[in-house]
């Protein structure tokens, strides 16, 4: 029971919302999220679902819609906010389908299926207006919340002298609550919550909570874990850390650029991506040169990457992108140089490199367990 109050009082700190529900990590809290606001043939949009988003939202019977900004899809172009919503693009969304049949709107900050990229505070209040205009709740995804305090407090006017954390606090005044994934910023090794200020809905959330994941005081989680996810969200929000963060991700991502590589750029906050259309041209999406180029680098160098692009997201794939997520407080320069290297040899034989098929395929969440054979 302390360590919940613990837990409860850093996430009220910082995220403000009334209601802090603990789950065992980022996509229980989706599950429970969906399950409780959303039925058959209502829609979600958001800038990109992650993977996980998307599946729930799905398994809800509901349809997941991508909203993003057009700098967000093209990945050699910079933009300081490629991880905005389209707001026009949602108003129309609303005007085609009517409000009724969205139960909410999801921000992902930031943006990771996008390439890790930031979403504005002016974009975070466009989207708010239109769905207060609409009466429909804002909910964040907020995995990243801190990285994507920190790219605002760089690139957005007027917040220069803000802190990261008071940053943190006006996105999420802007919302009616989140989702949370505690290995993210919370800097923890599992754990995740889901926050709300409507007490109807925590209450149904909570019942939920308690068939699946464990009471609403640990929610499946070690007395430890909720200790540790107190401390983890407090130092995601520190200056020291987020720039070291922040500039090491550049340092990959720059020294791969430098020697042709194609990136989605500029880099993400947690994570470099590689555009692997435009690395490997003569391998088309429905031959998945993402996981190609994936394959190819674990071969070269044992460096495990994740695509996300055709195999993920069939249809909605919107790039076909190498991520190269980068552990907190794992690596040192000479790890990343041996990235670095492992990554411009593969690039040096490109053109040997084949794309695979699908061999097997599950109903959701495919690229989990798919096997591929080679072409
Ligand atoms: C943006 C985003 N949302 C949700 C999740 C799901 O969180 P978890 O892996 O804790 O279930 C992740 C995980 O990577 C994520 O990046």
Redesign the pocket.
Known sequence: MPSFERFRQTVQEIFGYKHVIPTH??????RILFSVMCKKGDVVPNNTH????RANVEFAGAEAVDLLVPEGKDPARSYPFKGNMDVAALEQLIDRIGARRIPLVML?I????GGGQPVSLENMRAVRAVCQRHAIPLYL?A??FAENAYFIKLRERGYEHHTPRQIAQEIFSLGDGC?M????DGLAN???FLCTNNDSLAQQEENLLILTEGYPTYGGLAGRDLEAIAVGLREALEEDYLHYRIVSTAYLGRHIADQGVPIVQPPGGHAVYIDARAFLPNIPPEHFPGVALACELFLEAGIRSVEIGTLMFGQHAAMDLVRLAIPRRVYTQSHIDYVVEAILNVWQRREQISGLKLTYQAPFLRHFTAQLQPL
């Open positions: 990590q980022g996509r229980a809290a989706e992650f993977d996980t988003t992902t930031t943006n990771n299926s995804d995995c990243r989702t994934s505690a290995k993210k599992i754990g995740g």
